[in-house]
């Protein structure tokens, strides 16, 4: 499958080489105002994939991106924030507003994968720009966070995440709920099998998890001043579930209309992903203190959402 990556930054530039050495692109195509940075980087990436895969990477404009079945939106107008991913809202959806119209003019049957942040509110920005199916407007949502749960479950459990079931909801960021209820290891409740090992959770260890699960981003943002390993990891399984149509439940963002006790809003809840995009979404049974939490996330962002028509006539 031909993708196009808008954004040739760490994780723009980090997730074409995982696409080319992971096989799933024949094509990659990388959008960049620096056009000189984005030929660097598809140089490099050309010559890392000879020793695994046959890839074509190239730096290139809106064009040519005619015939892609993906199109990952990476790109940041204005990549530094100080202590929330919301402080981003306007400069990325004024600059959404230049780059959504030409993805839709030049690859009108790919998907979009938006993972710019604000995310979710990003999300909603490329859908009413592209005029797309909700189905083809994909954010990468929590599915990093969902794998920094299982993670950190697996280290306290000495288990590999592989085997662990558990989910983040809601927003990408600080609203996030931690879904406990929902956790699972051999189709017993995660808390009742750590209890069974000898490894029980107290409140306070599942909080500090939970909270790590949340704020990690931020201590590695400080320690490195970015993060891109992890979301580059999180959009090549996102992009894997289409290109293979494996059906796969990921906790994308998407737009959901009508759930019962939520708005309709753009959020992240596990989603069934192949090749058409999201096939079908589920709102788990949570428990009532996850339930009201999850509610105050979707409230959190529909505001958000709400506000970004003005932001686009003001551009």
Sequence with gaps: MKIGIVGAGLVGSTTAYTL???GLAHEIVLIDINKTKAEAEADDITHAAAFKQDCKIVEGDYPDLHGAGIVIITADGAPNFKSSRLELV???TKMFGTIVPNIARYAPDSIIVVTTNPVDVMT???LDLSGFPASRVIGSGTVLDTARFRALLGQHLDISPKSLHG??????GDSAVVSWSTACVGAMNIEEFATTIGKPFSAQSKAD????VVQIAYKIYHGKKATYYGIAGALSTICKAIV???KRVLTVSSYHHGLKGLPDVCLSLPSV???NGVISTSLPHLSEEEQVALQKSAALLSELQQQTPQMLKTA
Excluded at 167 to 172: A, S
Aim: aromatic fraction near 0%; hydrophobic fraction near 35%.
């Design 273 to 275: 992903i192949g090749r």
């Design 90 to 92: 306007s400069g990325n």
């Design 244 to 246: 293979k149509d494996e």
């Design 209 to 212: 998890l939970s909270s790590e």
């Design 20 to 22: 080319a050495i992971e």
């Design 124 to 126: 909603k920005v490329a």
């Design 167 to 172: 989910v983040v909801l809601g927003e990408h």
